[in-house]
């Protein structure tokens, strides 16, 4: 199983933005689909962006479409999201997960490996 180490969480004001890193060990990267879910107090995990194995495809949820954008260096075996125009709302644990394969993958119940999470806080 990979290890994920996520980074680059923190406070924000509404309308900035954040990048986050997702530094990962253990697997051949350029195999694995990557993905982003964030998990608010008392919510459950929530999909927000994937991006397959050869960067050929990506997906996002609707209410972060057109503000985040989720890509990979394979070489440095890391994932990012470039999350722009933060809202209240966006405030959440944020956490990359992988997955052996290419596809695109929405549930957090198809993602085999899991980062402890970065905390995004974006204040109105």
């Known amino acids: 199983q990979a290890q994920l180490v996520e980074s680059g969480g923190g406070l924000v004001q509404a309308g900035g933005s954040l990048r986050l890193s997702c530094k990962s060990s253990g697997i051949i990267f350029s195999n694995y689909d990557m993905g982003w879910f964030r998990q608010a107090p008392g919510k459950e995990r929530e999909f927000v962006a994937t991006i397959t194995w050869t960067s050929s495809r990506t997906h996002y949820a609707d209410s972060v479409k057109g503000r985040f954008t989720i890509s990979r260096d394979n070489f440095k075996s890391t994932v990012y999201l470039q999350m722009n125009a933060l809202k209240p709302e966006d405030t959440a644990v944020y956490y990359c997960?992988?997955?052996?394969?290419?596809?695109?993958?929405?549930?957090?119940?198809?993602?085999?490996?899991w980062g402890q999470g970065t905390q995004v806080t974006g204040s109105s």
């Open positions: 997960a992988s997955r052996a394969g290419s596809g695109v993958y929405v549930r957090p119940s198809q993602y085999d490996s």
